[in-house]
């Protein structure tokens, strides 16, 4: 199984180093120009991360790094997954598709449908990864993106071990990669049309006042719940707010590397290789360079074990009553 | 000529379609839409747009004359055979032609959606189905050749915001305007695509920002669902782990006991950080909804927005009664 670690302007080529030492064998960014912003600012992102810090924003920079990947013979992909551009966006994109190209980059990850098609004319030689936002929730939407010649799928966050287990038994041949770590939300990304950048925060993290309501079977009426109800409902979402991972919630009972690390399925891993899965993406653009190391050793530390149990990978976590509450987990 | 289609997700909306001639007739009062009120009735409201936007708006062609039934947002709801027929049937028996609405859903989804396509892809009409999955679109494009497939608002993925439902945001520059106001599904390749595997339509929600496409003599017709705007949806449910023991809250594979049909969330967000002094606090919408897994706006779009649509190839009003769940 090879570890895919999400990469962004913070990173140094020293840290490439340090990265692959700890066992990261793919990379992948964005990358968003002063061109792209001036005309669309970053918050129509070419890659659905609108922070410059976040990927790439100048060409001498990517390419640097891209060099220092391929000369320890690892790989990097360029992500253009939004999920909309319209026309006049695709002059710019395709640019930055020529350049790269140029400088060597080894795939590409989309969503849209037009834009692959477009790659696939111009750069048939380009590998197409499907982005985890395209929403491939099933075996038939494994076919309907096979007649684009991709060659990997990046499978959902919201799959259980199961589901792709028979995705991957009904399409075979092709590379499956799985989130790992990082960037879990209850909200679908194939499915999210919230805006993320024109707030501070998007609205799914807002401290929401939530007020539940019965229906009433009358047509379309509704009820106040009873006490007993409301109390019920109040601790379902506290304890959803945990597992959103809510700043002002988690903050006060994890320690500084869970607040590094976050969300894991490190505990997943065998039962993802049994299942086919060739890559572990740790959705790590925008972290701090310490998160990503912190990260890639851990998941490098259980793809290497030869007893990959649970009590060795809560070992690994380092956190077992985090583990033990069950909602920072990938695939529960 | 702009139809008219009434949206029913699940068997527990039956009367919507039972008094189908009733919101047509109905009397809409102006009942505000405000928690705080003990008479709070949140959807009353949405027949009064009914009444103040769409009756006007369509004045001699204000009839049904299709329903759409199935649940969009969650493979749980996939309705049963059983229901299915019932509901088609009392279409036949008030003159109404059918639409079935699917989810995204895992292979576990397909298994239950395949006996529902069967049955509709046997009818004598060939029945529209909408999907919301690429996966359920290559199965019915390859499968069920006499069913018709269009594509689902979920498919749409145009950005949009609730908070900036009355002002969108400040210091936006015009080519990010244009992006939000537009739909990629009108670019060639997803034209070719979809409409080699039998895509005539595609489904908008109405968003903040306004719509720019134009489908006249595109080749394609759009629809428009009201006045309900989806936010976002997932897999993950806080209403379906209400009854749950603790460890098995927000997990995929334990299954929920279909709370949402129960109970709704109203979501009022917190006051701007600036204390109140940025150009969105005034598009703080108070408006959102939450049932089970998916996230609503109401959209209050007046007469002259949809009228304008209408001048633009969107020809389809999917008028959701109901929170859409």
Same mark, same amino acid.
């Given at each position: 199984m090879k570890i895919n670690v999400g990469i962004d302007e913070k990173i140094k080529e020293q840290d490439i180093e340090r990265l692959v030492t700890l066992g990261a064998d793919e990379f992948f960014c964005g990358i968003m120009t002063d061109a792209w912003v001036d005309n669309y600012?970053?918050?129509?992102s070419t890659n659905r991360r609108t922070s410059p810090v976040e990927q790439f924003t100048d060409y001498r920079t990517i390419k640097r790094i891209i060099d220092k990947i391929h000369s320890f013979g690892k790989k990097v992909t360029i992500v253009f997954n939004a999920h909309t551009y319209i026309e006049e966006q695709y002059p710019l994109l395709m640019e930055y598709l020529r350049i790269l190209c140029d400088y060597g980059i080894d795939a590409v990850t989309v969503t849209n449908i037009d834009l692959l098609s477009r790659i696939n004319s111009e750069h048939p030689d380009l590998p197409a990864h499907i982005s985890g936002?395209?929403?491939?929730?099933n075996s038939e939407a494994v076919r309907f993106y096979k007649r684009f010649g991709i060659k990997r799928i990046i499978l959902p966050?919201?799959?259980?071990v199961s589901e792709i287990k028979e995705i991957i038994k009904s399409n075979p041949g092709l590379e499956y990669e799985c989130f790992?770590?990082?960037?879990?939300?209850?909200?679908e990304g194939a499915y999210c049309f919230l805006s993320?950048?024109?707030?501070?925060?998007p609205l799914c993290q807002e401290e929401n006042k939530k007020m539940y309501y019965k229906y009433l079977p009358s047509l379309g009426r509704a009820a106040r719940i009873t006490p007993a109800e409301h109390l019920k409902t109040e601790d379902n979402k506290n304890r959803y707010d945990v597992w959103c991972h809510k700043d002002s919630i988690v903050q006060t009972f994890m320690s500084v590397k869970d607040r590094y690390v976050?969300?894991?399925g490190l505990c997943q891993i065998a039962e993802l290789r049994k299942a086919g899965v060739n890559v572990l993406k740790?959705?790590?653009?925008?972290?701090e360079p310490d998160s990503k190391f912190i990260s890639v050793s851990m998941v490098k530390k259980v793809i290497s074990s030869p007893l990959p149990d649970e009590k060795f990978c809560k070992s690994v976590r380092g956190n077992p009553e985090i583990c033990d509450l069950k909602y920072m987990c990938y695939y529960r | 000529m702009v139809e008219l289609a009434l949206h029913i997700?699940?068997?527990?909306?039956?009367t919507f379609l039972e008094n189908v001639e009733g919101t047509l007739d109905g009397v809409y009062s102006d009942i505000?839409?405000?928690?705080?009120?003990?008479?709070?009735?949140?959807?009353p409201p949405v027949t009064r747009l009914f009444g103040i936007v769409l009756k006007p708006l369509l004045?001699?062609?204000?009839?049904?004359?299709r329903v759409y039934f199935g649940?969009?947002?969650?493979? #749980? @709801?996939?309705?049963s055979l059983e229901h299915l027929t019932r509901i088609k049937k009392l279409c036949e028996k008030k003159e109404l032609k059918f639409t079935f609405v699917t989810p995204y859903v895992t292979d576990f989804g397909i298994k239950q959606l395949v006996p529902i396509f069967s049955y509709l892809n046997s009818c004598d009409e060939n029945i529209e189905v909408v999907v919301n999955d690429y996966g359920i679109l290559n199965l019915i494009s390859r499968d069920y050749p006499r069913l018709l497939p269009i594509l689902g608002?979920?498919?749409?993925?145009m950005e949009r915001d609730p908070r900036f439902a009355k002002k969108l945001p400040a210091g936006m520059i015009p080519g990010q305007l244009r992006v939000w106001q537009e739909? #990629? @599904?009108?670019l060639p390749y997803y034209k070719r695509i979809l409409g080699e595997m039998g895509v005539k339509r595609f489904e908008f929600d109405i968003v903040p920002q306004g719509i720019k496409t134009d489908f006249s003599g595109s080749g394609f017709s759009a629809s428009l669902y009201y006045p309900w705007t989806f936010v976002t949806t997932g897999r993950v449910c806080e209403t379906g782990s209400l009854s749950l023991e603790d460890s098995k809250?927000?997990?995929?594979d334990v299954s929920c006991a279909k709370e949402c049909r129960e109970y709704f969330a109203y979501w009022v967000t917190p006051p701007c950080e600036c204390n109140n002094k940025c150009e969105t606090k005034s598009a703080k919408s108070s408006y959102i909804f939450q049932v089970g897994n998916t996230i609503f706006m109401l959209c209050e779009a007046p007469a002259d927005v949809l009228r304008e649509l209408f001048s633009r190839g969107f020809d389809r009003v999917v008028y959701e009664p109901g929170l859409p769940l």
């Open positions: 600012g970053s918050q129509m936002d395209a929403g491939v929730y966050r919201h799959l259980t790992i770590m990082e960037m879990r939300c209850a909200f993320h950048s024109w707030t501070q925060k976050q969300q894991c740790i959705a790590a653009r925008g972290t | 997700p699940g068997i527990r909306d039956i505000p839409l405000d928690p705080s009120q003990d008479d709070f009735i949140p959807l004045g001699k062609n204000l009839k049904f004359n649940a969009e947002f969650c493979q #749980c @709801l996939i309705p608002r979920c498919m749409n993925k739909t #990629c @599904l009108t809250k927000f997990r995929l």
